[in-house]
């Protein structure tokens, strides 16, 4: 089945610098890869994804950019603020599918 | 408008007893995916349904079982609970299967079992 993995798991940036979390999928027909933040106790929110057939796209301060070849994607987050502190997922589409592999996860702290 | 909603938001179990959980879709949309997600874990994909029909199912054993009504809602079952299906249930909606359909979380029910 996909397997997803995600790293690192943990990333500490100072307020306004840049953050970047780097998935690898591993199943050729995932198609979707959406990313999602957690803030503690409340449900995985949606934040942007990306499809097969773009290798990138933007909204506002973050970006996902996709390498189908290397079979990676990652979340770029500009201008970081206290209030990107959260746990982000990325996840893969299983066989073309929405259903969703995800990776473990990995918990970004933005320091005022 | 609402979102996706769960019911209920915590539980208590012991070790055997049985569990069911419930869902409800954004309106409109017709199919339903069940996730389980262990403290400190990403989200482990469980069922799919989709038009009252399962379509897919993860690395999960037959004490867990889903359905879907006719109204797109969905429960989840849970027999003979073990300490180990302690974790928080998300339900997720979307319009439709194919990959880049969205799929929207509820806030999940936060099942403990003792």
């Known amino acids: 089945g996909e397997n997803v993995e995600q790293h690192p798991s943990t990333l500490s940036v100072q307020e306004g610098d840049s953050a970047v979390i780097k998935c690898t999928y591993s199943?050729?027909?995932?198609?979707?890869f959406p990313w999602y933040k957690q803030e503690l106790g409340k449900r995985p929110q949606l934040i942007i994804d990306?499809?097969?057939?773009?290798g990138e796209k933007k909204d506002q301060r973050i970006a996902v950019t996709l390498n189908k070849t290397a079979k990676h994607f990652s979340l770029h987050i500009t201008e970081t603020q206290p209030e990107d502190s959260a746990v982000y997922f990325c996840?893969?589409?299983?066989?073309?599918?929405?259903?969703?592999?995800f990776g473990k996860g990995n918990q970004v702290v933005v320091i005022p | 408008d609402a979102g996706v909603t769960q019911s209920p938001t915590h539980l208590i179990k012991t070790r055997g007893q049985h569990v069911t959980l419930r869902c409800s879709p954004i309106?409109?949309?017709?199919?339903v995916s069940w996730y389980q997600q262990v403290l400190g874990q990403g989200p482990q994909f469980i069922f799919q349904y989709y038009e009252k029909e399962e379509r897919g199912r993860g690395n999960f054993p037959d004490r867990f079982s889903a359905r879907q009504f006719p109204n797109y809602s969905s429960e989840l079952n849970v027999n003979a609970l073990l300490l180990g299906d302690s974790a928080l249930y998300l339900c997720?909606?979307?319009?439709?299967?194919?990959?880049?359909?969205?799929?929207?979380f509820g806030p999940g029910t936060r099942l403990t079992v003792t």
């Open positions: 199943d050729s027909a995932s198609n979707y």
């Open positions: 309106s409109g949309h017709k199919s």
């Open positions: 996840a893969a589409s299983i066989r073309g599918n929405n259903r969703l592999a």
């Open positions: 990306i499809r097969s057939n773009v």
């Open positions: 997720a909606s979307s319009w439709g299967l194919a990959g880049g359909n969205e799929q929207y």
